[in-house]
């Protein structure tokens, strides 16, 4: 029987054992919904990065037009950088392009989370897809839904994200859901996902910089078909 348990925020990741276990990492706005989004839209793969210097980095090693560069740190976009979010990205043209990413919070989750046996990408737009897949594939796992936070403080709409993965386990597994799970899922069951990402402290800071836009997109649940898991330092999609 799987265990599913929710992770609050990155930093509790330091006192877990991840050997063996299934990793989901979510940023909900907006890390893992930039990542899913640009691989739904035919990005080659993504090479998440935990700071602007280690992408800049990693950008020297391509050949110019091969990638795009996209990164933020504290919730502004890096100098030359193009701004983190789905629909800016989706604006670059990202078809058969590498995207080498780094953000405050959500790569370095990622990162964070690379000792674990498997390590997958979420978020609302793919929870399906990825519940659908780990059900399958993993079926015996523990499996830790991490909400990326932000700077080690627990950001509401990571945790509603997470809720909406518990609820879909529900569904389609028998599995033993900790306290904190139940949590989210109650969150997830009970509240409107725009109006939450909406009242949330980041999506407010989104909606004062004019960006509702890009929350309303991140609040769509499951349209995209794809599963993406961190390989030797790459997200790429699954075989379906």
């Known amino acids: 029987m799987q265990k599913i348990h929710v992770l609050l925020k990155k930093e509790e990741l330091d006192a877990q054992r ?3 276990k299934v990793v989901i990492v979510l ?3 907006f890390a893992t919904s930039s990542i899913v989004t640009a691989m739904a839209h ?3 793969d993504v090479i998440p990065k935990a700071d602007g210097h280690a992408a800049l980095a990693e950008a020297g090693k391509h050949t110019e037009g091969s990638y795009v560069l996209s990164g933020e740190l504290n919730a502004n976009t890096l100098p030359d950088f193009v701004h983190p979010t789905p629909k800016a990205l989706l604006a670059e043209g990202l078809d058969g392009r590498t995207l080498i990413y780094c953000t405050t919070n959500g790569t370095v989750a990622l990162a964070k989370s690379a000792g674990a046996a498997h390590v997958y990408a979420a ?3 793919n929870g399906k897809a990825t519940v659908d897949h780990i059900a399958a594939k ?3 796992s523990t499996v ?3 909400c990326s936070g932000s700077a080690d403080n627990f950001n509401l709409e990571d945790f509603y994200g997470a809720g909406y993965l518990v609820s879909l386990f529900r569904r389609i597994a028998k599995a033993d859901f900790s306290d904190a799970a139940l949590a989210a899922e109650l969150l997830h069951d009970h509240t409107d996902g725009l109006e939450v990402l909406r009242a949330a402290r980041v999506g407010r800071m989104m909606l004062a910089r004019k960006l509702d836009d890009e929350v309303a997109f991140a609040a769509q649940e499951s349209c995209y078909d ?4 961190l390989n030797d330092g790459r997200l790429q999609g699954v075989p379906r």
């Open 18 to 20: 991840l050997d063996g």
């Open 42 to 44: 035919g990005a080659r």
């Open 144 to 146: 830790l839904i991490v």
């Open 123 to 125: 978020s609302l737009l």
């Open 226 to 229: 794809i599963v993406l898991r």
């Open 138 to 140: 993993h079926p015996e």
């Open 27 to 29: 940023d909900i706005l």
